[in-house]
């Protein structure tokens, strides 16, 4: 899928509503047992903004936006209002190969921790480093398009956190807008309802 790498409108996605959807399928057993699978390793998330477009300037940047990226057919950067930035408290990094790490964004609660690979960071995310105990600003090259950081002088025990904010790869639901006319004195167009969700690049 071809990526748009350009923020869906912020002012426009506040009030987004939505989050994350795991893929799992169940099952229940003759004695009344409930059987569970997950089907993939992460949730893909989705959002509905249900509030309309307040101004015929966020109409016209709205409708531009769904031209260029051919409806349905591009992916493009989001903003979850509720979950957009990391720190040395909820991250992580994870080796993938050589010097180069997959930034992550992690959740613990209790003894479970779940890590979520983020794929969209911001540019100015800052690595650091902990050696011994000490925290201090790893010296790394990381790439906005694929949220993997090259590392330079690791040593042996050395772990990693980041810090920054994020975004998701996202993609309009529908190939189709719907968009409403209003009368009064001045003709005014809205489109409500829009569905967005997270694609795998």
């Known amino acids: 899928m071809p990526f748009f790498d350009e923020l869906f409108p912020e002012h426009i996605s506040r009030d987004a509503s939505g989050g994350p959807r795991f893929f799992t399928s169940k099952a229940y057993a003759a004695a009344g047992q409930r059987i569970t699978n997950r089907e993939a390793a992460y949730p893909l998330h989705e959002w509905t903004i249900a509030q309309p477009v307040r101004s015929r300037e966020d109409f016209e940047e709205l409708r531009a936006f769904f031209y260029v990226v051919g409806g349905d057919a591009d ?4 903003q979850d209002p509720s979950d957009f930035e990391g720190d040395r408290g909820n991250t ?16 613990a609660f209790g003894s479970r921790v779940f890590v979520r690979p983020i794929f969209k960071p911001v540019p100015g995310v800052v690595v650091w480093r902990n050696r011994a105990g000490a925290w201090t600003q790893a010296s790394a090259v990381v790439d906005v398009a694929t949220g993997r950081a090259a590392i330079s002088d690791h040593a042996g025990g050395d772990t990693y956190a980041w810090s920054g904010e994020f975004h998701v790869p996202v993609a309009f639901k529908d190939p189709a807008a719907v968009w409403r006319f209003l009368g009064g004195p001045e003709m005014f167009t809205e489109w409500s309802g829009i569905e967005l969700e997270e694609v795998r690049l």
């Open 75 to 78: 992916a493009f950067r989001f």
């Open 92 to 107: 992580s990094l994870t080796l993938i190969e050589g010097n180069v790490y997959q930034l992550n964004r992690t959740y």
